[in-house]
């Protein structure tokens, strides 16, 4: 959610359909919920959806990154290799993901 604020594209929220194509992974969102978000408290929200985009990294929710500058991992997915990144609890997560989005990273 505080991604499509900074002004991400929504994909698809709680289910993701990925399909290989060539080297790259694709995701969009099936059918069922194309276009909608859950927020907590709020209910279910419209958002404009993509229909589909390229995979460029995965964030992982459920694992927490302790190291200040973390080294680079990685995980495959459909037999692509894709840089992974570890949730960090901090404030600015969210920011950080749509600057590496946007910019890539340094080191």
Do not use: C, Y
Not at 2 to 15: E, M, P, R, S, V
């Amino acid at each position: 959610m505080q991604l499509i604020a900074f002004g991400a594209d929504l994909i698809a929220d709680d289910k993701t359909m990925l399909k290989r194509q060539d080297n790259t992974l694709i995701a969009s969102a099936p059918n069922s919920i194309k276009g909608q978000i859950e927020a907590r408290g709020v209910g279910i929200l419209a958002a404009t959806p993509v229909g589909a985009a390229r995979v460029r990294f995965v964030v992982d929710m459920d694992s927490l990154e302790t190291d200040r500058l973390p080294q680079m991992n990685e995980t495959q997915h459909l037999g692509v290799t894709l840089p992974l990144i570890r949730r960090a609890k901090e404030p600015h997560f969210a920011a950080a993901i749509w600057l590496l989005l946007k910019g890539g990273r340094v080191a």
